[in-house]
């Protein structure tokens, strides 16, 4: 079964850095694209990354290009988000996602077909 389980989530300060990791299993990771959403409190949920199984393709959405990076550690079946200068802004549940038919339209930030729970990251104003 395939699974997938956020960790690092937690509170920091604004100008502040996280990293979120995305454990997963039941699958071989490196054959699909891999994502990060975010839900702010009132908000949709927002792509905010994804990369191709190849790694080739990279998109990430205007809110967070520059600050966040997304990789993958495939011998780990892990893949992460690095975020740095932590805004208020910031402050939402992030998901992982992962895809094995690659990353979607609009702009290769659209959803994808397997998720993990979700994890709060809280930037304080």
């Known amino acids: 079964q395939l699974q997938l389980v956020e960790s690092g989530g937690g509170l920091v300060q604004p100008g502040g850095s996280l990293k979120l990791s995305c454990a997963t299993s039941?699958?071989?990771?490196?054959?699909?694209?891999i994502g990060w959403f975010r839900q702010a409190p009132g908000k949709e949920r927002e792509g905010i990354s994804c990369?191709?199984?190849?790694?080739?393709?990279?998109y990430y959405s205007d809110s967070v290009k520059g600050r966040f990076t997304t990789s993958r550690d495939n011998a780990k079946n892990t893949f992460y988000l690095q975020m740095n200068s932590l805004k208020s802004e910031d402050t939402a549940t992030y998901f992982c996602a992962v895809d094995g038919e690659g990353c979607h339209e609009p702009h290769g930030l659209g959803f994808l077909t397997h998720w993990g729970q979700g994890i709060q990251v809280t930037v304080p104003p």
């Open positions: 039941g699958f071989t990771l490196e054959y699909y694209a």
């Open positions: 990369i191709t199984s190849d790694d080739e393709n990279q």
